[in-house]
């Protein structure tokens, strides 16, 4: 049975959907680099072995990716699962996950690389938003699509109003994501490092 380790900052609603999702992988572990993150007290609810690799301890973001990796490689992953994970990961560390490495982002890339992606499309007047999974790349949120879902931006929506509507379709679409990675269904050499 192929093994998913899946890091998270904060809630972790995103990582809840997978383990829900109940497909045919084991997940192994969920690592945040945020003690305080809700997500962690969750999968140690559900049994999943949870673990910190807090980046406060750490003097460079070389040091922090490093021993990140050390404590995946732990679990041996088949696939690497970035949900709602928010530290910029270097060149390195996505060359080593290369093709095993996803990530969710709340828009529709290629628009709204970044942070406050929702109240960025407010400002832009856009009317449709959404979200992405995509294979990451070491150019921040750029890699290849494997899928999104849109939503409609409608009369009267604040950024609150806006982000529920788009998580309410991450969850729908990043189970599906991996899922189609774990029956090898995705087709990872489109990944170009
Ligand atoms: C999600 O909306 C996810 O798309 C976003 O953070 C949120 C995490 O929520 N990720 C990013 O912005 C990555 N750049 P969650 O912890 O409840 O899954």
Redesign the pocket.
Known sequence: MKSIVIL??????????IVEAGMPARIAAVISNQPS???LAYAAERGITTAVVDHKAFDSRAAFDEALAAEIDRFTPDLVV?????RVLGEGFVRRYANRLL????SLLPSFQ??H?HRRALEAGVKVHG?TVHFVTPA??HGPIVIQAAVPVLPGDDEDRL?AR??AE??RIYPRAVQWFIEGRLDRKSTRL
């Open positions: 998270i900052s904060g809630r972790g609603s995103n990582m809840r959907s993150a809700g997500g970035l949900a709602g994970f928010m990530n969710i982002h709340p970044g942070l992606t979200c921040l949120d982000a788009v998580l991450e969850h």
